[in-house]
């Protein structure tokens, strides 16, 4: 929250963001992370492509949009982390369950998203170590993965550079950098796309995403799914909106912010998946369809995208420091309101 000049947690310590831009880059950096570049591609093509984006984004501009708005206006009306701002009309049970919900459910996802940023800070190791090759053979990442005290070690290390971020007090640093990587993310996210888009076989990938699949509807999953994953990537019921909405002043509007955050956030994810559901197309080779892929998608057919392409090793470490950079800025938000509760 590098805006913030000053934090402190009563009524009127709390700080102010310096401007809207400030202010929505910050939510921002919250809301795009793993969920959106790692999870958000892997479940539209697990979920029948078209038919999903469409209902991901419907659900989007109606519950997430709304949701954001409340959970900022709740944080500005309050100035409080969530317990606070939920005790803030009624000690009541309701209320109570309400504000400790909104810091127990971040401590839940922490473990969740530690998992996926190990594995991401491997395979940037993996790429800064010139394993370009290694990384994309058959098999790699299912091994990696059934190696528990491997992934468990990964896991270690990015919790441990978490921690070392949030108590070394970089957090602000990391947030700033944050908001320089993340335009380098989405440049190279176009650049991957156009590239991609050159490549035999990308179209069965478009084709799919486009594709939408009425039967598709019926599916209670798709549903579910695009729920959850419409909440976890907006940090929805993860504080972000709340804590951010309590240092956000009184003359900002906020459906305005909330619009320009779940924008935002959307094309982040829509990007992800047309580049990376189109790199799957080209390296299978051959039609998508559901089962094609899974939880390692985004690690096992960009990186044979990484390996054919020209300064690869360059462009797949570069891809996995900002992978990083967003997925770390997005966990420090979820460390924020237990924290801030404890202060
Ligand atoms: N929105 C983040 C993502 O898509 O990666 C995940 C997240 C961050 C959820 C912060 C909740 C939260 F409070």
């Known amino acids: 929250m590098s805006e913030v000049k000053k934090s402190g947690h009563s009524h009127h310590q709390r700080g102010r963001f310096s401007g809207k831009i400030g202010y929505v880059l910050a939510v921002a950096g919250s809301a795009v992370g793993l969920g959106n570049i790692w999870r958000f591609p892997y479940l539209a093509a697990k979920y029948g492509g078209g038919m999903f984006l469409l209902v991901y984004i419907l659900l989007t501009v109606s519950f997430g949009y709304v949701l954001i708005m409340s959970e900022t206006a709740l944080g500005r009306m309050t100035r409080k982390s969530p317990v606070g701002a939920f005790e803030h009309f009624g000690k009541s049970a309701p ?49 990696f993965i059934a190696d528990s005290w491997q992934v468990e070690a990964w896991f270690l290390v990015f919790a441990v ?17 944050s908001k320089i990587m993340m335009p380098v993310l989405f440049g190279l996210f176009l650049v991957l796309a156009i590239y991609i888009g050159t490549l035999p076989g990308a179209s069965e990938g478009y084709k799919y995403i486009l594709t939408l699949n009425p039967a598709g509807l019926a599916k209670p999953d798709l549903w579910v799914f695009a729920f959850g994953q419409a909440f976890f990537s907006l940090s929805v019921a993860g504080n972000g909106s709340v804590i951010y909405g309590s240092y956000l002043s009184k003359s900002e509007d906020i459906p305005s912010s909330a619009r320009n955050v779940a924008v935002f956030d959307t094309i982040a994810a829509l990007l992800a998946a047309v580049v990376i559901i189109p790199a799957m197309a080209v390296v299978l080779g ?27 090793r360059i462009i797949g470490a570069i891809f996995y420091i900002c992978v990083l950079f967003a997925g770390v800025s997005s966990i420090v938000n979820l460390y924020e309101a237990p924290i801030a509760f404890l202060q």
Do not use: C
């Open 95 to 143: 209320f109570k369950i309400g504000g400790w919900l909104n810091a127990v459910i971040p401590m839940l996802i922490v473990p969740y998203y530690s998992t996926i940023g190990g594995w991401v800070i491997k395979y940037l190791v993996e790429y800064l170590r010139g394993n370009v090759q290694k990384v994309s053979e058959d098999g790699y990442f299912g091994s």
């Open 161 to 177: 550079l978490v921690f070392a971020i949030i108590l070394g007090g970089v957090k602000n640093g990391v947030e700033l950098m």
């Open 286 to 312: 051959q039609g998508i369809n559901d089962v094609s892929g899974g939880p390692g998608l985004m690690f096992v057919y960009l990186v044979n995208v990484f390996n054919a392409m020209p300064a690869g």
